[in-house]
């Protein structure tokens, strides 16, 4: 059995391992990716500790065991009270280890009832660090949010299908739905629906809806301009839950009906702006029905041939910009005749192409332009198009403050497409805090749109550390703090220091070289260097050969030699010089 610290490269037998990239991670606040070889799957989330526990990380289960995978350090930059709460109930587990370690047993529960979990993780000591990794689970377990689950009730009695109808006890318990609930109805047969009706038609469908998952509703969906809807086979009134947008005026309402619908001819239309008032076609305009009541619908609402026969001048007096679209279904429940509706589309009357007036050369748009931008280290880069080919422009926004141009106006209006490419300096951004970068951009009639993303604010380069994650300058050289070594005696050596150097180009370097500005050391003294604080090397200088990712640190080691018999001045300063190659 594995110890906490413990290295688990892969997981134990028994158990399976989640990777951090997983979809079924929900990641809340403020979270970064770190790419590091030595991570499972080469990524780790990382985050950082606030008030009020914002950033947390959420996701759920069903076993009876888990763990927690993650890295161990001995830097104090990292949380050392991470909380974890299953089901509510919290526990708390530490990343500060003597030994770093990763891929690292963090955390271990076992014994949980064999059932959905909610698990939630977050740093609470603001501004520590948090590392996740991977989770591990029962090897049998389920991973992810439990799906609805749906019984059928009839006559008080509750039942499922399974070659055939089940019944079991009512009412349902959870386990009841877990064991026996349907996923999805659809795969339900229509014969046995109708065995069911001959029954009883009022049949009520029974759904469990797991905490986090939301119940669904019938079927109803608007892609483009088609018009979508289903239901189980019962008689009943459906309609779309959204409505469909009128650009211009109504021109044609087309419906594909099945074969079976001409045995009664039992499919009736409505249509609505507001779901409140339905309307239907008698012949010289649209007038109410009162589609509480089935009878009205089934003897004033539109029929299929109604809609077929209907023109174009008579759907474009329907007046307004909505549309809903409702069907009444009133099957036999012998099941001798079936209503099927394959498909609802409609047509408007909006303007399809751009007007052209050539002679003034005067194209008028109506298309809004798009953009294309990445945004890495502290550089924007990519363009602003439009689809007219038209002239566009745009303006980048900084925490809410004009950053370019500075005046806050638009950028001159050119033709699309337009570069754009700027580097952040670090004047105007808040080092590790939030920031909001904006950029909005438009075309000659003025439509306008936006892109926008929030990062942390960090220093552009390889970066100087101390153990607690300050900075010892910025990225261009200003002092922010020294390394003080304190007073140090001719002839003696001091002790090392630990300096964390941290990449933050926005992209990967290696032949990382580390030395010491000699030209600027006092008489009689000299810099020497280490990887190791318990072997240390007392080296001229490092050379890291492997490739430092963007985000990721290496921690290295400093002392200072002096010659017995010789006077340094009192005081005195020196420069850490690093240089490192991009990778291509």
Known sequence: MATLNQALITPEVGWKRYDDTNVNFSYSG???????????????????????NLNFMKFYFKGTKIRIIGSSTSNT???????????????????IYS???????????INLADEYHEVKIYPQTVDKIYLFDAVDIDFNGVFGLPVNKTLISLNGTTRYYNAGWKTIASPPSKSDFETYGHDDLSLIKSEAWSELLLINPDVKLLT???????????????????????????????????????????????????????????????????KTAWYTWDGTSFVSVDASVNSNILTKGMTYKTILNMQEPQWTSWSHDNLYVGVYLDDDIRGKSTSIVDKISYADLAPKYSTKVSD?????????????????????????????????????LLNGNPYFPQSGDFTPLQAAPLDVALTLSNDEIKIDENN???????????????????????????MFLDSTGKYYSTDVGEILQNLDFGIIIAGQTTVEQAIILRNTYG??????????????????????????????????????????EDGEELTFYIRLATQLGVTPPTSGEFDIIVTADKVI
């Open 30 to 52: 403020l979270w970064e990716e770190n790419s590091y070889i030595g991570y499972f799957g080469s990524r780790a989330m990382r985050g950082k500790g606030v008030v009020g």
């Open 77 to 95: 930059a990292f949380d050392n009270s991470v909380a974890i709460e299953i089901d509510g109930i919290k526990s708390n587990f530490t990343q």
């Open 507 to 548: 992209y990967p370097v290696n032949n990382i070289l580390i030395r010491a500005n000699q030209a600027n050391f006092p008489v009689g003294m000299s810099a020497r260097f280490g990887t190791n604080e318990i072997s240390f090397e007392s080296l001229d200088e490092l050379l890291y050969a492997q490739t430092l």
């Open 208 to 274: 469990y809806v797991p905490t986090g998952n939301v119940a669904n509703g019938i079927d109803v969906t608007v892609q483009g301009k088609g018009l979508g809807l289903s239901a189980i086979p019962v008689p009943q009134f459906v309609h779309l839950k959204n409505p469909a947008g009128i650009y211009g005026n109504l021109s044609d309402l087309m419906v594909s009906e099945g074969i079976n619908n001409d045995v009664k001819n039992n499919t009736r239309y409505l249509i609505s702006p507001n």
């Open 99 to 109: 030994t770093a370690t990763h891929q690292a047993l963090l955390f271990e529960k």
């Open 360 to 396: 003034a050369k005067l194209y008028i748009l109506n298309t809004t332009s798009t953009i294309n931008v990445t945004f890495a280290g502290k550089t924007i880069t990519g363009s602003v198009d439009d689809a007219d080919s038209g002239k566009v422009q745009y303006r980048v």
């Open 436 to 462: 909001v970068l904006r950029i909005e951009f438009q075309d000659y009639w003025g439509a306008t749109d936006y892109w926008q993303t929030n990062f942390v604010g960090t220093y552009n380069g390889l």
